[in-house]
């Protein structure tokens, strides 16, 4: 990984905006294209050279012509997404699946945010609510992506859920589910220290492998009865068979993280509980509602914002993130002051 420079992004139509970016968080999956191990990477649909980075906050300095709904000086997150807007998906408001979607940061090598300047589409962006502050909103993408394994996971109210993943995504599960009305919520993780901060921000139960058979715990709290909804953050592909046994019939699995490959379930379990798995993808329609719920206090960003580190210092910022030999959870990148 080098920082070089580069030309100012130039807009490529009237309605793009650049944006100045103040902070980006550094993701499991920017881990995977520094490895190579990322599935864009594997399948060819991004190459090196590429700028990372795709969770982001940052403030317009320039608008296209046809750009009315923003002003610059607005302060602004973006959608990961960026669909055509024209095919049936986009038009479905499912643009995370458009067949020429670019992905900030990956899919198509479209730019990332690990850079002073971005380019995007003025139907991407949201503006920051007050009172939130910028390194909170870089936040907003894991933040949308739990809210939507929630959403998709069809969480309802009275439900008792699980999440597996101590992850950004995993804890912001946590406060999602309770947002929905979930009655119970359990997180099951690898830190001890993440799962007090999981207690911390609204978990009812955490567990821990380090510290002893987390399912053997999950089991004795919930004695003769199962979750109503599973979900799955951590990308370990074992987790997936624990939560089949987990699950209650007709119960829902959602499942968020990539995988390393192929992953072998027992099916038999899935069909004769008459159980649902359910694929999860990025965070579609999710940044307004999730901003909105940080900017009240339901969502908290600042409890899991582990560590800050310079641009320049970027190098250590994902070697902290790499050998996991202290805590992080989320680390923000300042690109801007």
């Known amino acids: 990984m080098q920082i070089v420079e580069e030309p100012l992004p130039k807009l490529e139509n009237d309605n793009e905006v650049l944006i100045e970016i103040h902070y980006s968080g550094i993701c499991k999956s920017d881990l995977e294209l520094l490895r190579g191990t990322h599935p864009h990477l594997v399948n060819k649909n991004a190459f ?40 049936e998906m986009c038009k479905t408001g499912k643009f995370n699946l458009c067949p020429s979607r670019e992905v900030i940061g990956s899919y198509r090598n479209r730019q990332g945010s690990f850079a002073e300047y971005l380019r995007t589409h003025k139907r991407s962006i949201y503006k920051v609510p007050e009172g939130l502050s910028m390194a909170a909103a870089a936040t907003v993408e894991p933040a949308a992506t739990a809210a939507y394994a929630v959403k998709r996971s069809k969480v309802k109210y009275g439900d008792k859920v699980l999440i597996i993943g101590d992850g950004p995504i995993g ?3 946590v406060q999602a ?14 830190w001890p220290e993440k799962i007090e901060i999981a207690l911390e921000i609204g978990a009812d139960y955490g567990f821990s492998y380090r510290t002893g058979d987390a399912v053997d715990k999950a089991k004795e709290v919930m004695g003769d009865t199962q979750f109503d909804v599973i979900i799955e953050t951590s990308g370990n592909s074992s987790s997936i068979n624990q939560a089949i046994k987990l699950i209650k019939p007709s119960g829902t699995i959602g499942m968020v993280s990539f995988y390393g490959g192929p992953v072998e379930i027992n099916m038999n ?4 509980k ?4 359910q694929g999860i993808l ?16 339901k969502i ?3 409890p899991l914002i582990t560590h800050i580190v310079d641009f320049e210092e970027i190098n250590k910022g994902f070697q902290i993130a790499e050998n996991r030999e202290e805590l992080s959870v989320k680390i923000l990148v300042k690109m801007k002051d």
């Open 48 to 87: 090196y050279p590429i700028i990372p980075g795709h969770e982001w906050s940052g403030v317009i300095v320039q608008l296209g012509a046809r750009v009315n709904e923003f002003k610059i000086g607005d302060r602004v997150v973006g959608d990961v997404s960026l669909g055509c807007g024209c095919c």
């Open 171 to 173: 804890l912001f599960a």
């Open 177 to 190: 589910a309770k947002t929905v009305g979930a009655s119970m919520v359990m997180l099951i993780g690898s």
């Open 269 to 272: 379990d899935v069909i004769t």
């Open 274 to 277: 008459d159980a649902e798995l």
């Open 282 to 297: 990025a965070s579609p329609n999710m940044f307004a509602p999730t901003l909105l719920a940080m900017s009240t206090g």
């Open 300 to 302: 908290k960003a600042e």
